[in-house]
């Protein structure tokens, strides 16, 4: 895969060797600007940078130095799907540039970035290789399968649900609902969250576990029949807690509305009119050590000293029918990372910690999401290696 970095050099002195080692030009202090390079379908560069003891080998690509630093640090890739801007960077203790099996590899014992800005666009859905004709179709996996780090989640979720239906007889009715469901070790209560539904509101809503499906369903009392407004599919172990009157939060990731159904219904005959999620208000924390695979790799959350997440707050609306967004903030974020994939980027580190996340923006097209962004005051990595241009 094709590899190229270019930058404008200036130097106050350099030396040339040849020994054993290979031919080298060694540089005691480099200062660098309009830095630009590209590995595969990556672009990277920063606006200027100083190396001390900057060393490069001229039979192949690997440059040292023995600390660097970068300003106005960019990372994009050419479908426009991730993208990194960064004010400073800092490697205190080195860093090195070189060839990797495809693209080139950077690797830094200590990392320090300030002012980091992350967007990701969509779509996020997960994609599953065509069965063969002599193969039949395996069953679509549940997303809580790969979201049991939210098992040890603590706080609260608080939100309203507004429901509009078009009632035989009845005609037009729109049910509000503001729901205040605490969260204890990954699960919430449904059993009680039932109880707590409005009178009015009560005698037309109900929640439904009959195996793997937990429901939520409407009906006209005493001569009404019973209708599915929105339904979640569980797990093996959720269902087992469903039938004590608990579903585990990550079991809420596979849900499937009314209104999304196929074939759709014609709009004159439909009872569901719109499904939406406002006021909501977020305050979760993450304590416990908990792991998940992603992009080939594995993060895991906190550690024997670290909470894995602290103080995620977030506020807004989302709806079946138009755009919504969700808007929040993180105290703290913890991880290790390794082998992890984003696009033909390749990220491990031994600990990467957020401090301060102060935005965190996620926008919707009905219930999927779109495009996830985040500002992060201060991130810290440690034995960090970011592969560039690996399929």
Known sequence: MAANVDADLSVKRFRFEQDDKGRRLIFPQGITRDISGRAGTMNFGAAEAMLDGL????NTIRWTADSASFGGAWLKDDAGRIEMSCERIEMSRGAMLTRA???????????????V???VKGPFERSHPAPTPAQPAAPKALRQESLRFLDSLSGKLDFTVKVKLDLPVIGERTLDQSLKIPVNEGSLNYSKLEDSLDWLEGRFLDFKHEGPKLSLTWKVPIVGREREIIAWELDPVAQNLASLGSVPVRSLADFRTRTSSKPAEPSKNKVVQSLALEAIDIALS????RSFEVGGGLIMFGGDDSPGMVDLKVKGAINDKQPGSLKGEIGSIDTTIKDVRMGTATLTSDRLHFDD???LHVVFDGFRPTCVTMVVHRVTATNLNLILGKR
């Open 101 to 115: 099996d495809a693209g080139v590899e950077i690797v830094a014992p200590h990392v320090s970035l300030q002012e």
């Open 55 to 58: 060393e490069g080998r001229l």
């Open 286 to 289: 993450l304590i416990a050590p």
């Open 357 to 359: 996340l102060d935005e």
């Open 117 to 119: 800005k992350i967007t």
